[in-house]
């Protein structure tokens, strides 16, 4: 079977789960094979109003993944980022001073003590570390904006997540253009996210 190729405005659900489900259960995929020695990170772009669907996309696609004996490690940045505010004690702070500061104060706060290479990738680490998995789901990317970026948190993954795959769910779309490189363009407006490792997981052969 062969990558399925759609228009963002004719995004179909079940189809997006077939090709996943087909894909991601195929010894190609788990044994990372024709990646020509990038790491093995993709992108699984959809449309940002169809995040509800998408979320229990996710978990049905990992219930009947682990069905067939495919470890999955689920991890939510959302969620991830409220554990560490808290283990830090800083979470009630966090919503106190939410306040009374503007938003660009609150986001420099944020971005400080969330800061992807020296507390986000590595409490990930601590995930890997803690359980067999063979596979990596990475959602809440929407989320986290602006605080998180989905680009700085792949590119301080790469020398963590290189021994299995890594599927990252991104409310927006994933372009690639002779003049601008590859770009993550969060809810299809923000423009600014370069990363060019990741394949695109609907452009992925089965």
């Not at 189809?15 to 991601?24: A, E, G, M, N, R």
């Not at 372009?175 to 060019?196: C, Q």
């Amino acid at each position: 079977m062969v990558s399925i190729n759609y228009d963002i405005g004719s995004f179909s659900i079940q189809d997006s789960f077939d090709h996943l489900l087909k894909l991601i259960s195929s010894e190609r995929f788990l044994k990372k094979q024709g990646l020509g020695n990038e790491v093995p990170f993709f992108i699984c772009p959809f449309p940002p109003q169809k995040a509800a669907d998408m979320d229990k996309l996710r978990i049905q696609l990992r219930n009947k993944l682990e069905q067939q004996g495919i470890r999955i490690l689920d991890i939510n940045l959302y969620d991830l980022a409220v554990d560490l505010l808290k283990k830090r004690n800083i979470w009630d702070r966090i919503l106190e001073t939410e306040k009374s500061v503007d938003k660009e104060q609150l986001k420099e706060l944020l971005q400080g003590v969330l800061d992807s290479q020296s507390h986000l990738v590595p409490a990930i680490a601590e995930e890997m570390a803690k359980t067999d998995f063979d596979v990596m789901f990475i959602s809440g990317v929407g989320e986290v904006f602006p605080y998180i970026r989905s680009h700085n948190v792949l590119n301080n993954l790469q020398s963590t997540a290189k021994d299995q795959p890594t599927v990252m769910f991104f409310p927006g779309a994933y372009t690639h253009s002779l003049e601008t490189g590859a770009s993550l363009d969060l809810f299809g407006r923000l423009h600014d996210d370069k990363y060019y490792r990741a394949f695109n997981i609907f452009h992925c052969e089965i």
